[in-house]
Every structure is written in structure tokens, then in C-alpha cells.
């Protein structure tokens, strides 16, 4: 218990300011899809998608390399070695992107729009040199100050997205300011979301200027070897898990049909651009539980490592588990109970989506557990299996879509996502049974995930006898609040005891 305590600190340290920075950013979601078209919302949501892939590939596995590897030997030349093998990746990538501009930007239809290619490149070579000094922030147990550039980061972003979206159209249409109209483009609303991405990304970059400075030219050419054959798995498994989180919003470029009164060329690809917008932006409200995830790994990557040595390191991590799906499942069933208050985030073209909310926000829940499920692969050097289960599940999400997205449209994206999502959460419990068993409370998670299933049955239950938000808010607070009573008494009560 006392590790939970420990570890639950650790994230809120990490994860709050970061979470509440990402709530924030939540409102770019009506600022989006209140001002921006469904089709040019989608070459964001695709674009993005893409973006996912290719920071995967920039940095190969060499951020859990480190954390691994400056166990055993000295940090500073594991970081040395590092930045210096993503600096010289990353320049080759910008020099051969940039000579192919025109040919990426016609293979991805996007002619007219290479500076939105340009833009995302340079996102791209930013954040893949950023990875490594956040990676020392949390390496050397400094989380106050990944916390404090991360929402630095964030609210940068959210600034420059309201200053170009909303501030700058408001005061064109308001004065007719020639100074704004010297360089403001209101037609391509599209380019200032990318604009401001990359602005915010320079700014924490020069945030961690103090840890840049830790670079010292004392690279190790074996030390490399070892940390590429350690993190080339992690990549692969990376990407194949990128193909499972984002593969949907491209194959629905790709597969959706479109309907027979559509027959203009121009129109069909308005449509498909359309679906992906509605689609990408339900998708913002299910990865709620995923900013709780992604603040959750930044504090459990480092304390799982730490503790792979110690003797009740399985016990933790069965502890930690358990608490972490009691939570998820709490997530789950806010954004579910108060979805008449979330469905408002978005534009009214964009709701019609809601439907897949819930099985993402399960789709996503799983994926939760498949990151606490994957320690095992990681403490135990047996990276190459978490490669499999991820290319096992891309191939899973790969024949999902590509018979379901036809049939289902978007829908058919969703349901493939939590099918693999259970898929390689399972296979990833079996393996790690085999190589390095942990004993799990599987009884409690299943209980626990059942459980918020049958209260969000209930909720559907009452929104078909109630047209009245309020009173279904009000049922639906009822439920959670039982659920966490439930929680509460059955596991929590310990925490709480032990903390006292």
C-alpha cells in the first residue's frame, strides 16, 4: 500500500498540472469544431495520425533505453550517447523530408498545403529532441519541473491557438485592421493550429535549455549498440501499438463508403475528409482516461525500473494495477454520466459521432492495462515480446478496419479499436505469466470492469425513459456516487489506513 501511496503522489505530481493543461486544451476542441469544417478538421486528424507514427520511428525506442540503461551505467554517458544518436537521426530526417517535400505532399493529396508538411516536420524534429531531457527530468526525480515546462507547454498552445483562431478573426471582422490582414490568412484556419503546435514546441525546448547544457561529447559507440538492440523492439512494438491508437482515422480515408448520392469527385473527398473530422474529434472526449494513462506512465516507467530489484517488486506492481483499473473505470463512467455536458465540446456537425465515445473510453481503459501489463517485458530484457504483441494486435486492427469501416463507417474504427485493445491485453497477460508471473488480482479488475459496464447500462437505461438532461445528470451522479462508495469500502478504506 505503502508503494501505491508513493507512487499515486508521484503522478499527481507529474500528471496534474499536465492534466489540468490538457483539460484546458479540451476547449481547442469547440474552438475547432465551432469555426473550423468537418473535412478541414479531418487533414488534422489525419495529419496528427501521422505525426504519432513518424515520432516514433525519430526516436527508436532510445527513451525507455535510457531509463533502462542508466541503471547499469554511468546516466551521464547513456545521456550523452543518446542525444547525440537523435540529434544526428533527427538532422538526417529533416534533410531528406525537406528534399522530398513535393513528393510527400502529393503522395498524401495535400497539394496547396505543403506549408502544413513543413510545419509538422519541424513539430517532429522538436519534440524528437526534446525526448531525451524530459527523460533525464524524470530519471533524476525532478517531476516539478517536467510538470511546470510540460504545462508551459500546453498553455502555449492553447494561447496561440485562441490569439490565431479567435482573437485575431474577431478583431479583423470587428476593424478591418489592415496590420492583421497584412498577414493574417481567416480562409486557413488550419495552418495556425499547426503554427501554434510549433510555437509552444519552441518554447519548452528553450525551457530545457538548462538540461541541453548537461551534453557533454562523450559518446560510447557499444554503449549505443546495446541501447539500439534494447530499443529497437520498444520502436517496433511502438509503431505496431501507433498502428492499434491511430490507424483508424487513415483507413477511414481509405475505406469508408461513401454514400451513391455523392458523385462529384470533389464531394466524395469532402466526405471521407468529413467522417475523418467527426470521428477525430469524438475520439478527443474517449482519450480523457488516456491523459490519466499518460500521466500515470511518466511517474510508473521510473519507479518500475527502480523497483524490477527488490524483493516485493510483484507485489507492487499487482497493487498498482489493481488501484489503477479502480480509477479508469471511475474516468469511465464521469464522461459517460455527464455526457450531456461533454457532447457540448464539440460543433453540432461533430455529435452526431457521440456513439463510439463509450467504446473508446473501454477501448482505452484496456490499453491502461496493457501498459501496466508490459513492465514484465521491460524489467526482464525481453523487449522483442512486447514487439510481437504489438504487431499481433496491428494486425488485428489492420483486418478490423478493413472489414468493419466499410459496413460500420467510424463505427466499425471503434469497435476494431477495443477488440484489439482486449486482444493484446490478454496475450500480454499470458506471456507475462510465462517469463516473469505476476501474481494479479484478476478477479477484482474483472469485477471492477464489469461493474462500471452494468452502471452504464443503467445510465442508457434511464436516457430512454427521460428526455430531461437534468434529471439524468442527477441519476447518473447517484450511480458514480454508489460506485465509488463500493470502491471505497472494498479497497480504498485500506489506503486510507494505511496512510493514517
Known amino acids: 500500500m505503502s508503494d501505491i501511496k508513493r507512487l499515486a503522489g508521484q503522478t499527481a505530481v507529474y500528471g496534474i498540472p499536465t492534466i489540468i493543461g490538457r483539460f484546458l486544451n479540451y476547449f481547442l476542441v469547440p474552438l475547432y469544431t465551432y469555426n473550423i469544417a468537418t473535412q478541414d478538421y479531418g487533414m488534422v486528424s489525419e495529419l496528427y495520425a501521422y505525426v504519432a507514427f513518424l515520432m516514433i520511428i525519430l526516436t527508436y525506442g532510445m527513451e525507455t533505453a535510457f531509463f533502462r540503461f542508466s541503471q547499469d551505467y554511468d546516466k551521464s554517458k547513456v545521456f550523452n550517447t543518446a542525444m547525440l544518436s537523435l540529434f544526428s537521426s533527427t538532422l538526417l530526417f529533416l534533410i531528406i523530408t525537406f528534399v522530398c517535400l513535393r513528393p510527400i505532399t502529393s503522395a498524401l493529396e495535400y497539394q496547396g498545403h505543403s506549408s502544413y508538411i513543413v510545419l509538422f516536420l519541424l513539430i517532429l524534429a522538436v519534440d524528437a529532441l526534446k525526448a531525451i531531457p524530459y527523460a533525464l527530468l524524470r530519471r533524476e526525480n525532478k517531476p516539478k519541473r517536467f510538470a511546470l515546462i510540460k504545462s508551459i507547454d500546453i498553455f502555449s498552445n492553447i494561447f496561440f491557438n485562441l490569439f490565431f483562431i479567435a482573437l485575431c478573426p474577431y478583431i479583423l471582422n470587428r476593424t478591418g485592421s489592415v496590420f492583421i490582414s497584412s498577414w493574417f490568412d481567416s480562409g486557413d484556419l488550419v495552418f495556425y493550429i499547426f503554427l501554434s503546435n510549433l510555437l509552444a514546441c519552441i518554447i ?11 551534453f557533454r561529447c562523450d559518446f560510447d559507440f557499444k554503449l549505443l549498440k546495446k541501447m539500439l538492440a534494447y530499443g529497437f523492439p520498444v520502436m517496433i512494438g511502438g509503431l505496431a501499438g501507433m498502428v ?8 477511414l480515408k481509405h475505406l469508408v463508403r461513401i454514400p451513391q448520392d455523392i458523385c462529384d469527385p470533389t464531394a466524395q473527398a469532402s466526405y471521407k475528409m468529413s467522417q475523418i473530422g467527426i470521428y477525430g474529434a469524438c475520439y478527443k472526449l474517449s482519450i480523457v482516461i488516456s491523459l490519466f494513462i499518460q500521466a500515470f506512465k511518466f511517474a510508473a516507467e521510473p519507479f518500475f525500473f527502480a523497483k524490477m530489484k527488490k524483493e516485493d517488486a510483484k507485489r ?11 480509477f479508469l473505470c471511475f474516468v469511465f463512467l464521469v464522461v459517460m454520466g455527464y455526457i450531456d455536458i461533454f457532447r457540448y465540446f464539440m460543433g453540432k456537425d461533430y455529435r452526431v459521432g457521440i ?12 490499453l491502461g492495462i496493457y501498459y501496466n501489463l508490459s513492465i514484465w517485458y521491460k524489467v526482464s530484457d525481453k523487449t522483442v515480446y512486447g514487439a510481437y504483441i504489438a504487431l499481433s494486435g496491428a494486425a488485428l486492427t489492420i483486418l478490423g478496419n478493413y472489414f468493419l469501416v466499410p459496413i460500420l463507417g467510424y463505427k466499425g474504427a471503434a469497435w476494431t479499436t477495443l477488440i484489439c485493445y482486449c486482444f493484446i491485453t490478454l496475450l500480454c497477460y499470458l506471456l507475462g505469466q510465462k517469463y516473469y508471473p505476476v501474481r494479479y488480482n484478476i478477479k477484482k479488475i474483472c469485477f471492477y470492469i464489469f461493474l462500471s459496464v452494468g452502471i452504464y447500462v443503467l445510465m442508457c ?19 458514480i456516487l454508489l460506485y465509488i462508495a463500493l470502491a471505497y469500502k472494498l479497497d480504498f478504506k485500506n489506503i486510507i489506513k494505511q496512510r493514517r
Open 355 to 366: 456513439i463510439v465515445v463509450p467504446i473508446l473510453l473501454m477501448a482505452n481503459i484496456f
Open 316 to 326: 507492487s506492481y499487482s497493487e498498482v494495477m489493481t488501484a489503477f483499473v479502480i
Open 204 to 214: 519548452s525546448m528553450v525551457l530545457l535549455l538548462p538540461e541541453y547544457k548537461q
Open 244 to 251: 492499434n491508437e491511430t490507424f483508424d482515422r487513415i483507413a
Open 461 to 479: 437505461l434511464f436516457v430512454n425513459k427521460t428526455e430531461n438532461s437534468l434529471v439524468r445528470i442527477s441519476i447518473n451522479s447517484v450511480l
